[in-house]
């Protein structure tokens, strides 16, 4: 049983990504070129690029309902596929020139090209105006040198957009974004070996003199930060709902497990302290669901804080790992044998208290809200 009800068109949508996603699912490698192209054939990585490139953008309730397929299905197909459409586009749509328009939207509509978002680096992570990655002007655009780390897509995309410093005055104001064309000379990838998400691409990236023109820049110069701030939420709340579809899925395996295995003469479920445990988790999760289906109608509207995007974030992933530590540890030592659902989807699921922005960055944002 998925927690958020989505109707009409949203939900037919949702319904078709969920079977195509169920149905092309690799659990150990990333999706192929193939499931892209078929992605495409149902309108999903066109969702976010206007029509006249090619694409069909539908409202975030679209993407909503996407997203909670994709994340029922896994957390590293979820990831493939958001990263690109949902997180990476929209700032090609957004903030590029009719140049890096042209050239990738029609692509990535079609399926025929994947994007990724670097913006963390070896040395900023959580504190990213502490990025290093430099942006020179040279007399034919911008020289890229520096390092980026647990790129979603990194070694896959065709397009990535990367935040690099162009101005050493200001730690967050002299940062800018570039649309960088993967092929470009000076640019060395390598993936990275996780310990979950084994169907998700995460890479490393070497940028050397890496040459990139200058129509490649997006938005205004130096002001890259603020467009990250501006598009953070809008991630922030589809991680959240793929959290929460893991939390869904989490849930009912763990449901049907303890209703059928008995100890002690009855089912495990019906132990009152794993009753109360898993009615405890159960209205935590109808709350979270309550407030996400509020942020997605924001999102739709444009008017998500970043303090609620924060909230979200952070409850939906820590009630996803809450319900699989329960899930776990009801499963008993079935749970610790490899390759079983819940233990791979308890691995998969860690990294969601950590990335687009850790526990601690929600809380900080939040308490700033309060005015703390
Ligand atoms: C699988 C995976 C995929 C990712 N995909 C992408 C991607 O596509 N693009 C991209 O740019 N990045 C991506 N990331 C990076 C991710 O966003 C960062 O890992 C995350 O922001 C944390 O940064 P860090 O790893 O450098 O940890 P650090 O910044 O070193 O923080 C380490 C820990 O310190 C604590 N901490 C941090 N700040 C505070 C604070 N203010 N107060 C108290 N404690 C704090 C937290 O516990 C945090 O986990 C990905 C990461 C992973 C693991």
Known sequence: ?????????????GDAVSRFAHAMHTPDSPPSRQMWKQAADLGLTGLEIPEE???????????????????????????????SFDIATPYLVRFGTQSVRQRWLPALAAGEAIAALALTEPGAGSDLAALSTRADVTSEGWSLSGAKTFITNGSIADVIVVAARTSAQDRVRGISLFAVDAASPGLVRRSLATIGQPDCDTAELFFDNCEVPREALL?????????????????????????LAQTDVAFDLTLQHVSERQAFGRPIGSLQHNAFRIAELDAQRSAVAAFLTTCIRQVAEGTLTTADAARAKLLSARLENDVLDLGMQLHGGSSFIEGTEINRRWIDGRVTRIWAGADE?????????LGL
């Not at 049983?1 to 949508?13: K, N």
């Not at 309902?65 to 990831?79: D, E, M």
């Not at 809380?363 to 700033?368: F, R, T, V």
Request: with cysteine; hydrophobic share 40%.
């Open 53 to 83: 490139y090619g694409g069909g953008p539908g409202g975030y309730q679209m993407n909503a309902a996407a997203v909670q397929a994709l994340g029922t299905c896994s957390h590293g197909t979820s990831s493939s596929f958001t990263i």
């Open 361 to 369: 960055v929600m809380l900080h944002l939040i308490s700033k809200d």
């Open 1 to 13: 049983m998925t927690s958020l009800v989505f109707t009409g068109e949203a939900a037919a949508f």
């Open 219 to 243: 938005g205004t110069l130096d002001e890259g930060f603020a467009l990250m701030l501006q598009r953070l939420p809008q991630e922030r709340v589809t991680s959240s709902i793929a959290n």
